[in-house]
């Protein structure tokens, strides 16, 4: 009795497991047996510029499967398929002879070429439709855009950030079907529709992205530099109007046989890398110096070519020296020795709280993967010789768009902003996201800001940033030649050449980053990228009016 009590109770909790607990999980598995699916990939987003011009679209391609069992005449159906769609005959006439249930005979099949496939009468020949990633406008935008895989899925830039959006959800066919896949003569067909994906505006717009691209690659060609990046952004919103990098590739035909070599490519490096600032850097220890009241009109600077920290002797760039100066016409020369003074005056604590302040040593934020953070020596481990080198953009290492922030936040009137690429996310429904550009925390004073600008313009006026000067547009901004490093040690013959340059001066509104790394010949960035900013801002200005 006590046997038959347990088995019988036994049989009554699996029952129960069976018909209530596991019943919609067993329900599932017996519609896969008894259906079949055919996939409807849904309608990926459009990413477009801030005036709505599209930049990534996309277009229906169609993928063509074989049920084997359902192929009546192999020979005839394989001699069909592979001269349409351009496959070996004799591994796919193998394939319809395999005891797979299901193949896939091609994917992205344009519309004429499935409907010839159907039109021949072969049975057992499914279709499913697909997406496929398209971009006008090729190679423009590449380390912005990023690409997408074979499935439409985002792998880089905006098309992998901002995925979840753009892909939407998949529609699926589904038909009833035997035990072995064919179809049953009065099956049943349900249709279940996908939904599309939203659309991405950014804040670039595609023209001041054309001026850039084209000030780029004529730099690339010019100076026969190992590459170039430019950034354009609006320095009280942090707006991003303009990225471009070269080298690139066409996103429509992106060149997959070397993996490494295409993340390479990809990696958006005004984003992700960090570099050795030089004398751009001079902005940031100006803005701290200014701050903190060590500037005043009657405090003079001495360079006789050098100055001897920690019994280091550190060479201005200009070895007879500048003389006598004050601080701003230290600023104008771009006198190291000015700079090593201010930062010794400063002192560690005070330079770090700076740096913090600015955010040089993590993240902005910016919406793209990958983004780096700056690199500092640890503050209890800096020495004098350290800090004074610091202190001209030496011994410290930030991202190109952590110092364009930074470097914004100086000149804008000292609000901290955070650089942003997308504008809005909208779909049918309404606007799903969109980005807030309200003022940061306060890093400077107003008064200290204007101080700053006042002196960055005479650099463009009098100083090394002359090439950058726009007709009827003032214009600041600061040069930087910053020498590489390779296994620990300085690169003979390497530089990164750099401006920053930020327009109108009086009340900013842009500002624009260029650098050329690895420039052959001359290599100074008041030669080699400040040219570059000039004319971007005299394109820039007369598109805008």
């Known amino acids: ?54 930049l990534a679209a996309s277009e229906t391609v ?11 005449n192999k020979q005839s159906a394989a001699a069909v398929i592979a001269e349409i769609l351009e ?36 049975e057992g020949i499914y279709v499913s439709e697909d997406i496929k990633r398209v971009y006008p406008y090729g190679d423009f935008m590449t380390q912005v855009l990023g690409f997408t895989n074979t499935d439409a899925d985002g792998q880089t830039g905006v098309e992998a950030y901002y995925n979840a959006y753009l892909k939407g959800n998949d529609g699926y066919v589904l038909t009833s079907a035997d035990l072995v896949g064919r179809e049953l003569e009065d099956s049943d067909t349900y249709y279940v ?12 717009d595609y023209y001041i992205q054309s001026i850039v691209e084209n000030a780029v690659e004529r730099a690339m060609l010019t100076h026969s530099a190992k590459g170039v990046a430019a950034v354009v952004m609006n320095c009280n919103t942090g707006e991003i109007l303009a990225l471009a990098e070269s080298p690139s590739f066409d996103l429509n035909n992106v060149p997959r046989d070397d993996v490494q070599a295409l993340l390479e490519a990809a990696r958006p490096k005004i984003v992700s890398d960090v570099f050795e600032p030089g ?42 020296g500048h003389g006598s100066q004050s601080f701003a016409e230290g600023v104008k020369n771009s006198c190291n020795c000015v700079f090593m003074s201010a930062a010794l005056e400063l002192g560690v604590e005070r330079f770090y709280e700076g740096i913090a302040a600015f955010g040089l040593n993590v993240k902005t934020g910016i919406d793209m993967s990958g983004e780096g953070a700056g690199l500092t020596i640890p503050m209890a481990s800096v020495k004098n010789v350290d800090l004074a080198r610091i202190g001209f953009g030496q011994a410290v290492a930030v991202t190109p768009i952590g110092l364009l922030a930074a470097s914004a936040a100086a000149v804008n009137g000292g609000i901290k902003i955070t650089p942003s690429l ?27 800001s204007a101080t700053l600008r006042s002196m960055l313009e005479t650099v463009v006026l009098e100083g090394s940033g ?10 600041g901004g600061k040069t930087g030649t910053a020498q590489k490093y390779e296994n620990g040690q300085i690169a003979r013959g390497k530089y990164i ?17 260029f650098m050329v790394d690895e420039p052959v010949g001359a290599y100074y960035g008041g030669v080699v990228a400040a040219p570059y900013v000039g004319e971007i801002y005299t394109n820039m200005f007369a598109y805008l009016k």
Request: glycine fraction near 8%; include cysteine.
């Open 1 to 54: 009795m006590v046997l038959i009590t347990f088995l019988f109770t036994a049989v009554v909790i699996k029952l129960i497991y069976v018909g209530i607990v596991n019943a919609d999980n067993l329900r599932v598995r017996a519609l896969e047996q008894w259906y079949r699916d055919v996939p409807l990939k849904a309608e990926r987003g459009h990413i477009l510029d801030r005036n709505g011009v599209v």
């Open 62 to 72: 169609y993928t063509l499967y074989a049920r084997p069992v359902s192929v009546r």
């Open 87 to 122: 496959l070996d005959y004799e591994k796919l006439y193998k394939n319809l002879n395999s005891h797979s249930s299901e193949i896939t005979l091609k994917r992205g099949v344009d519309k004429e070429t499935m409907l010839r496939i159907v039109d021949s009468g072969i």
């Open 193 to 204: 529709e996908g939904t599309p994906g939203a659309d991405v505006y950014l804040t670039l």
């Open 279 to 320: 004398s751009t850097f001079k902005i940031i220890t100006s803005a701290l110096a200014i701050e903190a009241g060590l500037v005043n009109d009657g405090k003079r600077y001495y360079c006789g070519g050098s100055m001897t920290v920690d019994g280091q002797k550190i060479r201005c760039w200009r070895s007879i």
């Open 422 to 448: 997308v504008a809005k996310i909208e779909n049918e429904s309404g606007i799903l996201y969109g980005v807030s550009t309200r003022a940061g925390e306060r890093v400077v004073s107003e008064a200290t």
């Open 466 to 475: 002359k090439n950058a000067a726009v007709e009827g547009v003032r214009v």
């Open 497 to 513: 050449s750099t401006f920053i340059g930020f327009a109108p001066a009086e009340a900013p509104e842009y500002i624009t980053l």
